[in-house]
């Protein structure tokens, strides 16, 4: 008799543990497919859904932890790869929302040096050498070379030009004429498309790029695009 009911009950408690899992499993593939509709994703996000038991976070309207990664992004037009994202306390009703959130993404190289192009106006390459981020190419036929130091001020991405090199000769960025100066100064690198709530606050070189973080309370994602269900 003890026996058939301690067999029972862990029966029921295994069931229990499966069901879980099951529902569990099953709202990490409702987050992926709306990443991968909602974003121009490259590769296949992977997502896992934190805290245990998942079945009565559900019944009680928020994920207690969600974090993913995929490889790549297109932010309105602007390239990022290795985007990782973690939220805390996101509701699984709309309105959809995130009680703190952090993502993290790297603007590689390529992307960098077609947006300084398209702001300045100037034909550069950008690179990272000894863990500096460098520009350089031809101005008005002149050799010139140059470190980008990214920044983040009031939620903007801004990039400031640094120990300047023309012909071999260092210059301050206010020296040089106002032609070449005023669009080297403070480059703004657009980060646009993030969910509302989401604010950039730091910037990192990294060895492909720059690394770019944004974080955010009561963060609201597309209603078009539930974290579970």
Same mark, same amino acid.
């Given at each position: 008799?003890?026996?058939?009911?301690?067999?029972?009950?862990? *029966?029921? *408690?295994?069931?229990?543990?499966?069901?879980?899992?099951?529902? +569990?499993?099953?709202? =990490?593939?409702?987050?992926?497919?709306?990443?991968? +509709? %909602?974003? &121009?994703?490259?590769?296949? $996000?992977?997502? =896992?859904? /934190?805290?245990?038991?998942?079945?009565?976070?559900?019944?009680?309207?928020?994920? =207690?932890?969600?974090?993913?990664?995929?490889?790549?992004?297109?932010?309105?037009?602007?390239?990022?790869?290795? *985007?990782?994202?973690? /939220?805390?306390?996101?509701?699984?009703? =709309?309105?959809?929302?995130?009680?703190?959130? @952090?993502?993290?993404?790297?603007? $590689?190289?390529?992307?960098?040096?077609?947006?300084?192009?398209?702001?300045?106006?100037? +034909?550069?390459?950008?690179?990272?050498?000894?863990?500096?981020?460098?520009?350089?190419? #031809?101005?008005?036929?002149?050799?010139?070379?140059? &470190?980008?130091?990214?920044?983040?001020?009031?939620?903007?991405?801004?990039?400031?030009? +640094? %120990?300047?090199?023309?012909?071999?000769? @260092?210059?301050?960025?206010? &020296?040089?004429? %106002?032609?070449?100066?005023?669009?080297?100064?403070?480059?703004?690198?657009?980060? #646009?498309?993030?969910? &509302? /709530?989401?604010?950039?606050?730091?910037?990192?070189?990294?060895?492909? /790029?720059?690394?770019? @973080?944004?974080?955010?309370?009561?963060?609201?994602? $597309? @209603?078009?695009?539930?974290?579970?269900?």
């Amino acid at each position: 008799m003890v026996v058939g009911v301690l067999v029972t009950g862990a *029966v029921l *408690v295994a069931g229990g543990f499966v069901a879980d899992r099951l529902a +569990e499993s099953s709202a =990490e593939r409702q987050v992926v497919a709306a990443i991968e +509709e %909602n974003l &121009d994703v490259v590769g296949t $996000p992977t997502v =896992e859904l /934190g805290g245990f038991p998942f079945l009565t976070q559900l019944l009680a309207g928020s994920i =207690e932890n969600v974090t993913g990664q995929v490889d790549g992004v297109t932010l309105e037009g602007i390239d990022a790869t290795d *985007v990782t994202f973690e /939220g805390h306390g996101v509701s699984t009703s =709309e309105p959809y929302t995130v009680s703190t959130a @952090t993502i993290s993404a790297t603007l $590689p190289t390529a992307s960098i040096e077609q947006i300084v192009a398209d702001r300045s106006d100037l +034909e550069i390459a950008v690179a990272v050498d000894a863990g500096a981020l460098t520009a350089s190419g #031809e101005v008005l036929g002149l050799r010139l070379a140059a &470190d980008l130091v990214p920044r983040v001020d009031a939620g903007k991405l801004l990039v400031s030009v +640094e %120990n300047v090199q023309i012909a071999g000769l @260092t210059v301050s960025v206010e &020296d040089l004429p %106002n032609a070449i100066g005023d669009r080297l100064t403070d480059i703004e690198i657009p980060v #646009e498309g993030l969910p &509302d /709530g989401l604010v950039l606050s730091d910037a990192t070189v990294v060895a492909d /790029g720059v690394r770019i @973080t944004a974080d955010g309370t009561d963060v609201v994602l $597309p @209603t078009d695009a539930p974290p579970a269900g």
